[in-house]
Structures are given as structure tokens and as C-alpha cells.
């Protein structure tokens, strides 16, 4: 389910006096955790998810879509994650087709649009009110997760951090990332990966090998990087395709032509190739 939520601004202004007062009287350190058998326990953590910031920068920049599965894999392994919440104006018709792929992973959806049109503040102010109320309702959370390169984040992060104690986990896009909200940070994370980097030369590759009748290697490098519009140059595209033989996903051959010439062309292994890249992509 969807949720379409407006917020009353005197409710959270009402929530931060109520946070000041809480933090002057009764905020205590937090402690080690540690299990009966001595072992560390992994913290426990909540996610607010800027969808907008995560999809619309990924695609415009790297044209990849959000590897959701691979980023929630990561954040069980050292947390223990409670929930996540995905934030976003879901209006425009490619964010409503990513709610599919969100839902495998968390049913808290929340459509951010403005009833007097679209605002991209308008979802900040909807973020940042769901953390005040987590951070006043929940104070066994150990970790506040926040995906967003937005600065207006900033002071947020520092309150949960300085006042409440918390460990603040930042996620945002490369190049999209505020300077001021990546220091205030307990921790910064700044996507896309290498390997995902390295997925969507794969991709360019593969679009044109799958609508050419006759695909060369030369060819497969200039429209490879012709599709990527300035965020991969030759000699990338000439690495991902050398992984790309190097695991005999790809090879080239001579084989003659109409006219009897031989030509090298490239030739796929499809089965390999969806091994190989990610179910997700």
C-alpha cells in the first residue's frame, strides 16, 4: 500500500520542543551491547530512504537503476535492521514502476507528493518529520540510516548524533552528496559502487550486442560509449569488455561475411551473461 501523508508543521515543531526538553532531562550514554555469551550484538537500526535522490541521480548520472537488493544485503550484515522507510513523490510514472521492486523489500511506502504540486522540499520536510518522531518514540534505536546528499539534512544528523547519542549512517549518489551533511555524519557512504560503476558499462555493451545483426568489437566500444553520454570513455569500456572475454562471456571470431571475406564478430554466451550480471539491473 501506498501512503499519501501531509504533515501538520506545529506537530513537529511541537515533537522538537518535546525532544529538547527529553535531552536536557533524561538522555543517558548509550552502552556496548554485548550477548550472553559475550559476543557483540549487531545495533539495532531504522533506514528513511530519499527515493527520489537515490533513483533520479543514480540514472541521470550513471544511468543505473538502485541496487536495492544488494544495498539491503549490506545493511544486515551489521545491523539489525527494524524497518525502512521509502520516501518519494510517486507520481511520476518512473518512480510509480519502482514500487514493485521496493515492495520485496519494505511495505513502508510513503508517496511524498504535494497537493499543490510537486516539491522536492515538500519530501524532505515528510523525511525529517519521521525521524524526530523514531528518535522521540523509539530510544532503544541505536542507529538512525538516512539515504539522502541533501543538506538540509544536516542539522538533523547532528542533533541525532550530539544530543541523542546516536550513530547517523549516511547513503547518497557521487556527486550529489552535501559536503556539510557528509561531515555531520557519524559514517558516509557514497554510491554507486565500483562494481555497479562497472554493471552499467556491461549494460551499454549488451544493448548494443542484443540489436546488431552483426556486432564487432570496435562497433561494441564507440556505441558503448555513445550510449553513456560522458560517464564512461573508451578505454573503460575497452576494461569491461576485457572482463567480459576474460569470462568467456563474450568472444570474438572470423567467420566469412555475404561476400565470402572473413570478418571477427562477437558472439554471446546468454547463459552466462545473466549469471553474471545482476538479477535486478
Not at 26 to 52: C, G, H, M, W
Not at 152 to 175: D, E, M, P, R, W
Not at 226 to 252: C, H, P
Amino acid at each position: 500500500m501506498v501512503y499519501n501523508i501531509v504533515v501538520n508543521p506545529i506537530y513537529l515543531w511541537g515533537n522538537m520542543q518535546k525532544g529538547g526538553y527529553y535531552i536536557l532531562g533524561l538522555f543517558k550514554k548509550d552502552t556496548a551491547k554485548i550477548t550472553s555469551d559475550n559476543t557483540p550484538q549487531r545495533l539495532k537500526a531504522v533506514a528513511f530512504v530519499d527515493y527520489e535522490h537515490w533513483y533520479i541521480s543514480l540514472k541521470t548520472n550513471y544511468g543505473l537503476k538502485p541496487n536495492i537488493k544488494a544495498w539491503f544485503e549490506d545493511l544486515n550484515t551489521k545491523y539489525h535492521l527494524l524497518e525502512v522507510n521509502f520516501f518519494a513523490d510517486f507520481s511520476h510514472k518512473s518512480l510509480a514502476d519502482e514500487i514493485g521492486r521496493i515492495r520485496l523489500f519494505s511495505n513502508k511506502i510513503i508517496d511524498t507528493r504535494s497537493p499543490n504540486g510537486v516539491q522536492k522540499d515538500f519530501t524532505d520536510f515528510i523525511i525529517l518529520d519521521n525521524m524526530y518522531q523514531k528518535a522521540l518514540s523509539s530510544d532503544d534505536i541505536d542507529v538512525f540510516i538516512l539515504f539522502s546528499g541533501d543538506g538540509h539534512f544536516s542539522s538533523a544528523t547532528s542533533f541525532l548524533k550530539n544530543f541523542y547519542h546516536k550513530q547517523v549512517v549516511v547513503y547518497a549518489i557521487n556527486g550529489c552528496f552535501s559536503k556539510q551533511l557528509r561531515e555531520t555524519a557519524t559514517i558516509s557512504h557514497i554510491l554507486p559502487s565500483e562494481q555497479d560503476i562497472s554493471e552499467s558499462y556491461y549494460g551499454y555493451i549488451f544493448d548494443y550486442l542484443k540489436n546488431s545483426q552483426n556486432p564487432t568489437y570496435n562497433e561494441a566500444i564507440a556505441t558503448a560509449v555513445k550510449k553513456a553520454k560522458g560517464s564512461a570513455n573508451k578505454q573503460q569500456i575497452a576494461k569491461a569488455m576485457k572482463t567480459l572475454s576474460e569470462n568467456d562471456v563474450i568472444s570474438e571470431r572470423t567467420i566469412p561475411n555475404s561476400k565470402g571475406k572473413k570478418q571477427k564478430m562477437l558472439f554471446v554466451d546468454w547463459e552466462k551473461f545473466e549469471k553474471f550480471m545482476p538479477m535486478n539491473q
